[in-house]
């Protein structure tokens, strides 16, 4: 960038001068402080478009100093494979993470890939009551040393904010916040709960939350069930409830929530402010708390209230979400109540159209607001060593409205064109947040950003296993039940792959898979046919490839693999994902359809597609930096003796 071009995007913000002091060095003196702002789903095109729109005025700062680079991601680029990556230095080979969803290969039953509850060794059983005699824990099954052990080793203090793929957090000398992968109080990645007397409403799909009927019986009182986490001390582990009554006031259009102890008012169109729960497993004795906000759709003519996933309360964690276990109560007790569940934005109540585009975006600005606070209460208080913030909502915003951006996506025209600045609106609260950093800043302080992916068009939906049969690699014997999950539609004696998560293809292995039939002398020879083949597919409606790169899983990850690895990762070209179908193994009738989801950005396509983002105040001296660098390279920006082991050191030619 040219001197006057720089001044004149950086003349609007007060940390030009720092950037102007400091940018021009050649080489980095080991620091005091380094600031890492993780911003999930930052995309490189999208950034560079926004700096020279002047909209980005600090990121411009930046730029400056260390060059706007692309990042390599990870293959597949999901952000829970790619934060791995950065945690550890090493990829899916190591860290053990390949996608959101892993499966059992003697059930191909699916699982959360990060984490997992063991219950407890003995449980005495007294009537229906099931007393735990030793206690039960949750396991991450994330792999590999993370790299900031090298730096606290060293008596460098280390502070991570919402990390993501870290639940539940890593004992040590690291402070730690749990981020993505954080479940909610039922144990999911994010329910809802609607409640309404509007009978069109009504409806027993359960994806990412439940509709619950309630009824006005003539007191103007609606009692509402709330379901909680399960009950482990009965007998069938029955949910935990509690009741909310509701009264309404429709004169007003105003009505009260009464829960447990606490009671608010909120007129129609109103968020609630977190309001906390309490479950008893064994009354007066054993109980769990939790925290959710209510919104206020409609109470006239019909009620609709919906209720947010219930969150782990910070103040009082059922689950360990920070180390140490004290880190998040006193985080609470100085900011409040705060989100703690993974995906904070309820991307499923707008796909269900439980929420608008408009209610969607007031929930998530809430939940900026919130980061915003987190991140500003602990840059203040930082004093030396490593600072990490998370920030999800780029993420998770642009997932659900990239379609404003995309004259291609089928859901461009159908959406309200005042919509269509709320990209740039989240990059612009970005930007501020680099502008806090920079002016953090000293002659001791390095800065970095850095993304774990960039973002491409979902516009058309790949039913992988609906291709599988129809090319002959399984066999469907059960049509009617093609719509119904974990592949209920086929024969597994005469089914040779399967697909299973967003970028996932298994060989029904004999040994491996319960009820495979293909051997393993077998295994090379067919993967290469179904590279060939998968590779020479084009969508008949565009005439365009849908898959750029086929990748078998062991060419790009050479050695042992576990058995729960996929044997083909898909890289999708631009514009295709996956479909919601493939996820879970069913078989809809089409292979290719159009994505009608207002989720309508991915990055879960080839990896060369969705690079992510690297910005720095220290200028870099290798090319190609890649995520698998970056723990290496912070550390190096330290005076410790020895780097982690991992990716290069992308601050020196030289990679001491």
Known sequence: MKR?????????????????????????SPAKRVIVLGIDGMDPFLLRSFIHEGVMPNAAILMSSGGLNRLGTSNPPQSPVAWSNFITGYGPNVHG?????????SSRLPYLSTSRVIGPDRIISISDWRL????????????????????????????LIKLPVDFPPDK????????????????????????????????????????????????????CPIRGPENSMRAGNPDMRVEAKVWVDRDADALRIDIQDESTVLAAGEWSRWLKIRFDAIPHISSVNAIGRFYVKEISPRLKLYLSPLNIDPMNPALPISEPADFSSNLARDLGSFYTQGF?????????????????????????DERLNLFHHELSNFKEGMFFFYFSSLDLNIHMFYRVLDHNSPLYTSTNPRFKSSIRELYMQMDRVIGDALSAKDANTEIVLLSDHGFAPFNRSFNLNTWLAEEGYANITSPHSRNQDMFAAIDWASTAAYGLGL???????????????????????????????????????????V????????????????????????????GYRSSWETTLGSYPEEV??????????????DPGVVPGTLLSTVPLSLPDPNLMDMGRSISSLFDVPVLPPGGRNIFSDTDD
């Open 4 to 28: 006057r071009e720089f001044l004149k995007l950086a003349a609007l913000s007060p940390a030009a001068l720092i950037a102007l002091n400091t940018g021009c060095r050649r080489t980095a």
């Open 97 to 105: 993470i390949f996608d959101f969803i892993h499966r059992d290969p």
């Open 132 to 159: 735990p005699l030793s206690g039960a824990k949750v396991e991450l099954l994330r792999k590999g040393e993370p790299f900031w052990n090298r730096l606290t080793d060293e008596g460098i203090p280390v502070k």
């Open 172 to 223: 040590g000398k690291a402070k730690i916040l749990s981020g993505l992968g954080t479940p909610d109080m039922r144990g999911s990645q994010g329910s809802f709960t609607f409640f309404t007397d509007d009978a069109r409403s009504i409806t027993d799909v359960t994806s990412g939350g439940i509709i619950v009927p309630v009824r006005d019986y003539g007191d103007k009182c609606y009692v």
């Open 344 to 368: 904070p934005e309820d991307t499923k109540a707008l796909s269900r159209g439980i929420l608008s585009d408009e209610e969607y975006l007031q929930q998530a600005w809430i939940v900026l």
């Open 503 to 545: 970028n996932c293809l298994y060989i029904n292995r004999s040994g491996r898979e319960e009820n495979g039939i293909i051997p393993p002398d077998q295994v090379p020879d067919l993967l290469l046919r179904l590279k060939r083949d998968l590779e020479s597919i084009t969508d008949p409606a565009t005439g365009r490839r």
């Open 547 to 574: 898959i750029d790169n086929a990748y078998i899983t062991s060419d790009i990850y050479p050695g042992p693999l576990p058995p729960f690895a996929p044997d083909m990762i898909i890289g999708y070209a631009r």
């Open 592 to 605: 290719i359809t159009d994505n009608l989801d207002p989720w309508s950005g991915t990055h879960c396509v």
